[in-house]
Every structure is written in C-alpha cells, then in structure tokens.
T-cell receptor
C-alpha cells in the first residue's frame, strides 16, 4: 500500500453534471499529480500541484480544475461532464524534490451516462 | 505518433518462463524510466525506477535502458501467476518533471 487514498471509489454521473474527486497524499509528500486512465490505455497527465499551486498541466480543457490544501490533500473538479470523461482518475503523490517518483492511489472510477 | 509506444498484448506465458516487456520512445529528452504494475481495479504500483542507460536488478525483475536505441525493457525471471497484471512503462525528462508519460500498458497472464 502506498498510503495514497482516494475517494470515492466509484461514481456515476450524468452528462452536464459536475464532480469532485478527493485525494490524500502519502505522509511527507507535498506534491500531488492527477491522471486520467481510459479503459485499455495508459494514464494521461492532467495537472500537478506543489505547495498549493498548480505546477504544470497536461492537454486537458479548463473545465478540469484542482485544488491543493495546506495538508497537501487535493481535489480534482470536472465541470460540464461529457461521456468521454468516463475513466479511472488516479492521484499520485511524490516528495517535493523527486517529483517524478510518483506513488499512486487506487483511483476513482467515474462513469458518465 | 505517440511519445511512448508499448505493445498492448495480451501476452500469455507458462509459469516459470522468462518474460520480456518492451517500450520504445521518440523524445530524446527522457532520462528517467519507470515500470509500474497494475492489477485489475487497482492503481499502478512502482516496480522499477532507473536513470539513463544501463541495467538495474531487483529480485526477479531486471530493467534495461538503451538510450541510443530509445528502447527500454523489463525482464521477469521465474514468472509466477501472481505476476499476472498490466505492466506500464513511464518516462520523464527530469527528476523535477511534473508529468510522467506512460505507454499503453501490456496485459500479462502467467498460466500455472
């Protein structure tokens, strides 16, 4: 177990709704990254947060947004859900210096109907 | 063209076989290479982390990087049914890099 916890485990939403996913990072890790993993594909980088600031973003539209809190936990918000947003959303935490050593949680499986 | 290419398989081998999993990449800036194992309905688990070219061994697992060919491999010796999972390669340009670039993943089944 990595110590990275995500909630909820599963979520079903309808098109146009908004969703918030949550992540608690591993103890001592101040960097959180979010990825989207479609079925049968590798994870795609959404964005990263370091010390409560966005620290890099992948090729995702602005309706994907996030937050990091002082305790380094994080939220991923997705507005105006589309059918293609159905995927496994993964959170990864890493120690500040080695941001590319990333430890993943079990993910939140989002289904958009 | 994708930055990282990985044969999705599926790959099925008998227990005890040596397994070879491979990725190729196009971005010569990549210097850090990882292998993750992902069981069904779980998050990816970091198996190996290597820097630049060369070999790294950890128990039954050996990671190999050939930067001149832009080719990385993961070898699994004495494969076990518990090794059945999807294996993902991932890469980054720097230690401080924000994102990992993943391959598609190879689904591996070890048959008892």
């Amino acid at each position: 177990e990595t110590g990275v916890t995500q909630s909820p485990t599963h979520l079903i939403k309808t098109r146009g709704q908004q969703v918030t996913l949550r992540c608690s990072s591993q103890s001592g890790h101040n960097t959180v990254s979010w990825y989207q993993q479609a079925l049968g594909q590798g994870p795609q980088f959404i964005f990263q947060y370091y010390r409560e600031e966005e620290n890099g973003r992948g090729n995702f539209p602005p309706r994907f947004s996030g937050l990091q809190f002082p305790n380094y936990s994080s939220e991923l918000n997705v507005n105006a859900l589309e059918l293609d947003d159905s995927a496994l959303y993964l959170c990864a935490s890493s120690p500040g210096i080695f941001k590319n050593i990333q430890y993943f949680g079990a993910g939140t499986r989002l289904s958009v109907l | 063209q994708k930055e990282v290419e990985q044969d999705p398989g599926p790959l099925s081998v008998p227990e005890g076989a040596i397994v070879s999993l491979n990725c190729t990449y196009s971005n010569s800036a990549f210097q850090y290479f990882m292998w993750y194992r992902q069981y069904s309905r779980k998050g990816p688990e970091l198996l190996m982390y290597t820097y630049s070219s060369g070999n790294k061994e950890d128990g039954r697992f050996t990671a190999q990087v050939d930067k001149s060919s832009k080719y990385i491999s993961l070898f699994i010796r004495d494969s076990q049914p518990s090794d059945s999972a999807t294996y993902l390669c991932a890469m980054s340009a720097r230690q401080g890099a924000q994102k990992l670039v993943f391959g598609q993943g190879t689904r591996l089944t070890i048959n008892p």
